[in-house]
């Protein structure tokens, strides 16, 4: 079957994704039979037999690899199903394509498309946060099996051929195997830089072009004008190196270094590029006939290099490889651009004149994608953004003042204005501070010297977390001022970030006191009157659980709306997300649409994190289709915003109700007494820090209580041990004592909610995939480990009974036996590995028992086994 299985084309997307399984096991088990034969039967059945302790490594190397495969067949066949879907039904029946945006723009906004083309700006931003188990070895063989399947697929080779490239994938299978999983060391920042590029010089930069002409053709069908001049609606940012709050390691010197290494990765690229484009326009001046005027623009190009006699020389009356040698050579800083904005003027210049000789197909091959990546991506690869506490941001100002001022008070408030305001500032002696006001003092400056060079977006925004005030907010336009910013507007800017539902709350109330402050409000309108807020997906969730989480972030997003419109402002909503449900990882298209009516507005940014980052990004196809699920739908969303009616008061009465009962219970829950102990010891966080996946700790400031426990190891530690609550839990209490109080009434009026209302659509579906996915049977073994022998039961008794409700109400409300069986897919993947993972459970519980026993400071291999095991099961860390 081996030889065999992708010899013809498959006749259902179904039929393809198997065949791809069955050869990626059937290699797998020949690489298992070679390295670890004693484990073949347990790893086709799991319950075959009992497993010895000398074979726990290797079958859980063996099972964590498998799931890694599976993921790759499945990334794969649905790449196939998007082109066969295009092929024989048009681009605009692919779900996500900018051609099926359009096309229903054109049917139910045509007069909204140009418009809503000409706004669009969409932020994909990298993040480091340690939710990647996988290092960049292995990650780079995951790219090469996925590339070996792309070439098999192909129904060219001779058997003889076909075997050979069989074997070249085994190959690398074998490598996988040799290599191990594992992280030797904790990564350091560099490496977590070096990690983040990778996706730009593997897919990123050769994706962006498709895109643009995926873009291209849907305009053009779509008959909009001016499609040629196709806008950069796409513009990435990075954390990875900017992000200090709680990672000393994140230094002055560590983020100047991957602002040179971002720029050293974007350049490289386009000397590629230029190189591979004076290679091969030999077009001679005589034969081509240029007009005068693009033969004069291509001159200044040559003579502004400052080699360009030695380039003449070397392609005498080759204008076309003298020019693209004369931009290289100025990339080289010979004499360097002063402005990214004069290196896309000449790469226009190129490419027009290419056009004026009727070459435009050369152009189209050679220039224009050069362009589109210059226009993305500048002379930084991405806009490296920076992240600090509030707490670490008054310190420094406290600092700074010396003991004569309280925070929080009104003399603290009236001093941050009037100094604010001051344009005769006095600067305080940096060499006098703290090392770490030095830092910030140094950072600060070396964003606004970034601001003023020649790619001013190679520096993102200054985005304050646990922002609780308006003088928190302040206290960094202020330090901005004495790092040398001006009185009177300040470009720099800079982004709230509400994390808990008490922020999110107060977030209208404070950026309504922060646009009266007069610097801030001038600097807002330097900025085109928008105000960019940053929403916190997972620590809204860690304080309130998944419901009220996702109806306070609504809540918050029409109130700040509502608020800055009064003022003629407009917001620019930044969304924390990350992988699993509980962070805020729903489907894209549907995640987008659930958003509220008039807050998008053609804008839009997003945080890619950890493994969400590899899972879209590692292969070129699949970042083609994920940029363009996010673009087009931030499109969609905002083109149909005005045709969409005003939510039901009675649908909206029911959320805030819902929110506040499942509020009530989780909050219960987590009050609980011994609940810490029992989040402890029923779970590996304690243990995570041995899984080197990054170089942030997990807890703030080093604080022990679950207040400063990071939301990714709380959700780490939930889908660790299979309760998965973080995604669920208060559901059930909120659905029985809404029915409690409304009766039949209000279950009827829950099931035309599902149909009607988006927001309360997304949470049902999301409940109901998270509840299928948990396993009451597996968690009761973990709450298993809890040495307190009276809360540790009662606690997960609570826990078992919300689940039970949960479930119930999910049924009821959607008229199911069974829960999931709307998401076939997913029911699939999860009972595929369903026995396996319940095998590595009981593996997991046996090693955190023998680790605790021993009070053991090393690691455990095993562990760490299982945890990757569960984590690429699950297809996500936290």
């Not at 484990?39 to 490594?57: K, M, N, R, W, Y």
């Not at 001093?415 to 090392?435: H, K």
């Not at 928190?472 to 001006?486: I, K, T």
Request: proline share 4%; with cysteine.
């Amino acid at each position: 079957m081996t030889e065999t299985c992708l010899d013809k084309p498959p006749e259902t997307a179904q039929d393809h994704v198997s065949d791809l399984k069955s050869l990626l096991w059937d290699q797998l088990l020949q690489t298992v039979q070679k390295r670890a034969p004693a484990i073949v039967d347990l790893l086709t059945d799991p319950s075959s037999e009992p497993l010895v302790p000398a074979q726990i490594a290797n079958f859980l190397q063996a099972v964590n690899i498998w799931f890694h495969l599976d993921s790759i067949a499945e990334e794969n066949a649905a790449m196939r199903e998007r082109r066969e879907t295009e092929k024989r039904h048009g681009a605009h029946r692919v779900s996500g394509s900018f051609a099926e945006a359009m096309d229903k723009i054109a049917m139910q906004a045509p007069e909204r498309l140009e418009s809503s083309l000409e706004s669009l700006s969409v932020g994909p931003t990298l993040t480091a946060h340690p939710t990647e188990a996988k290092r960049v070895t292995i990650l780079e063989i995951h790219r090469r099996i996925y590339r070996h399947l792309v070439t098999l697929e192909t129904h060219r080779w001779t058997p003889r051929e076909r075997h050979s490239r069989i074997e070249e994938l085994r190959a690398e299978i074998d490598l996988l195997w040799l290599s191990g999983e594992l992280r030797l060391e904790r990564p350091s920042l560099e490496d977590e830089i070096d990690w983040g590029l990778q996706f730009f010089r593997d897919s990123l930069f050769d994706a962006t072009p498709q895109l643009f002409e995926s873009y291209l053709a849907a305009c053009e069908k779509a008959g909009v004008g001016q499609a040629q001049a196709v806008q950069p609606c796409l513009g990435f940012h990075s954390w990875i190196g900017g992000d200090r709050d709680g990672n000393p390691n994140v230094t002055l010197a560590a983020t100047r270094s991957a602002l040179a290494q971002g720029r050293k990765t974007a350049i490289e690229r386009y000397l590629s590029d230029l190189y591979t484009a004076a290679r091969r326009l030999s077009i001679s001046r005589d034969i081509a006939s240029l007009p005068d005027s693009h033969d004069a623009l291509l001159n200044t190009i040559v003579g502004a290099a400052e080699r360009s006699a030695r380039i003449i020389r070397r392609n005498p009356g080759e204008i076309f490889r003298q020019a693209a040698s004369a931009i290289a050579e100025r990339l080289h800083g010979r004499p360097a651009y002063r402005h990214v904005d004069e290196l896309i003027f000449d790469l226009h210049v190129l490419e027009d004149s290419l056009n004026a000789i009727d070459a435009q197909t050369l152009a189209q091959k050679y220039i224009r994608p050069l362009r589109w990546r210059v226009e993305v991506f500048g002379l930084r690869s991405a806009a490296l953004d920076i992240r600090q506490n509030s707490t670490v941001t008054t310190q420094v100002l406290r600092e700074i003042w010396g003991s004569n001022e309280t925070y929080g008070t009104p003399q603290w408030s009236q001093r941050l204005r009037a100094e604010l305001s001051d344009a005769d500032l006095q600067r305080p002696d940096f060499a006098a501070l703290s090392f770490q006001a030095q830092e910030l003092l140094g950072l600060l400056s070396l964003m606004l010297t970034t601001l003023g060079g020649d790619d001013p977006k190679a520096i993102g925004a200054f985005i304050l977390s646990m922002t609780q005030s308006c003088d928190d907010l302040l206290c960094v336009y202020l330090l901005a001022r004495y790092a040398g910013a001006d009185a009177e507007v300040l470009d720099l800017p800079v982004v709230p970030l509400f994390e808990t539902i008490g922020d999110l709350r107060a977030a209208p109330s404070i950026l309504m006191e922060l646009i009266e402050v007069p610097t801030v409000r001038r600097s807002l309108k330097r900025q085109g009157k928008r105000v960019e807020i940053m929403l916190g997906y997972s620590d809204s969730n860690k304080d309130g659980g998944f419901l009220c989480s996702t109806w306070e972030l609504v809540q918050a997003q029409r109130k700040i709306t509502q608020a800055l419109a009064s003022r003629g402002f407009v917001p620019a909503f930044f969304h924390g997300r990350g992988g699993s449900v509980s962070r805020g990882g729903a489907p894209t298209g549907r995640a987008i649409a659930a958003q509220p009516k008039g807050t998008i507005n053609g804008v839009m940014r997003t945080t890619e994190q950890g493994e969400v980052v590899s899972a879209k990004f590692a292969n070129r196809g699949t970042a083609h289709r994920e940029m363009e699920q996010l673009v087009s739908s931030v499109l969609l969303h905002s083109a149909l915003a005005s045709h969409r009616t005003q939510p039901e008061p009675e649908f909206e009465d029911a959320l805030q109700a819902l929110s506040g009962m499942s509020q009530a219970a989780y909050c219960n829950l987590l009050s609980h007494d011994g609940f810490v102990r029992y989040f402890q010891e029923t779970s590996p966080v304690e243990e995570l820090a041995m899984l080197k996946i990054g170089s942030r700790p997990a807890k703030r400031f080093g604080a022990g209580s679950l207040d400063d426990l990071r939301a990714i190891p709380w959700v780490f530690a939930w889908s660790q041990n299979h309760h998965l609550l973080s995604g669920w839990y208060g559901f059930g209490t909120a659905y029985r004592d809404f029915v409690k109080v409304r009766g039949e009434t209000g279950k009827a009026l829950l099931r035309t909610m599902r149909s009607e209302n988006r927001v309360f659509q997304l949470i049902v579906d999301e409940v109901e995939k998270t509840l299928f996915q948990a396993d009451m049977k597996i968690a009761s073994d973990y709450a298993a480990l809890s040495t307190d022998l009276v809360n540790g039961p009662a606690i997960f008794d609570l826990i078992r009974r919300e689940y039970d409700r949960s479930r119930s109400a999910i049924l009821e409300i959607t008229g199911q036996t069974k829960l999931a069986t709307r998401f076939v897919r997913l029911t699939g993947r999860v009972e595929s590995k369903r026995a396996q993972l319940a095998l590595i459970h009981k593996l997991q519980i046996a090693e955190l028992q023998k680790h605790r026993s021993n009070q053991a400071e090393t690691e455990s291999t095993a562990l760490l086994q299982s945890m990757n095991c569960i984590s690429s099961g699950l297809g996500w860390t936290g």
